[in-house]
Each structure stands twice: as C-alpha cells, then as structure tokens.
C-alpha cells in the first residue's frame, strides 16, 4: 500500500489549492481514506474523510464550506479543493488510508489508520 500526496505550495491569503492523494496496492473504494494536517508545533488534526462504498464524507469545522474532498476511482486519487484558504490553514497535509476506518463517528482518530503519505506543505501568506 503507498499512499503520494502532491499539489501543496505557497499560496495568499484567499487563494485556492488543490491536493491529490494518489493511492495504490490496495481497493481503492472499499477504503476509508482521510486528510490530515500538522501545523508547527501543533498536533495533526483530521481535515476531512470519504469512503465511496458507504457514500460517506464528513468535514472538520474548520474546512467546512471552504474545502471539498472527492474521489477519482479510475485514477485511484482522491483530492482536496480547497479554497478560500486562510493563514491558520498553514500546515503539512497527510492523507492517510484504512480498510477498517469508518468516515463517521471517531474519524479523525490517528491510530485508525494504518497507512500515511509523506505529506504535502502548503503554506499561506497573509
């Protein structure tokens, strides 16, 4: 299982990105598959999850109305849009897979998941 994120970079205040999270060596639908970000000196926080095979999606607070995270099963990505980005949103963003993870209730739990990227920077400036 490898998971490559991609697409972070430096952005202003108000702009827009979008990550990708290329996935192989495993069924990419019946996974559980979260984005994850660490600010300095923070501890990572979940962002948001999807799970195509229970048409599940759930956002943190933070994201909501801002980022949008979707699903390419012919290219076995999943990405997140985000926009209307903002300073605090200055992170490494993970994402991270599981067979077992549920995109509900305990979402954002790191030791759900047992695979991870190597992250993606993003930083945005004010």
């Known amino acids: 299982v490898q998971l490559v994120e991609s697409g972070g970079g430096l952005v202003q205040a108000g702009g827009s990105l979008r990550l990708s999270c290329a996935a192989s060596?495993?069924?990419?639908?019946?996974?559980?598959i979260t984005w994850f970000r660490q600010a300095p000196g923070k501890e990572r926080e979940g962002v948001s999850c999807i799970r195509e095979s229970e048409d599940s999606v759930n956002y943190a607070e933070s994201g909501k109305g801002r980022f949008t995270i979707s699903n390419d099963n012919a290219k076995n990505t999943v990405y997140l849009q985000m926009n209307s980005l903002r300073p605090e949103d200055t992170a490494v963003y993970y994402c991270?897979?599981?067979?077992?993870?549920?995109?509900?209730?305990?979402?954002?739990?790191?030791?759900?998941?047992?695979?991870w990227g190597q992250g993606t920077p993003v930083t945005v400036s004010s």
């Open positions: 060596g495993f069924t990419f639908d019946d996974y559980t």
């Open positions: 991270a897979a599981d067979r077992w993870a549920r995109c509900a209730a305990g979402w954002t739990e790191l030791g759900a998941y047992a695979y």
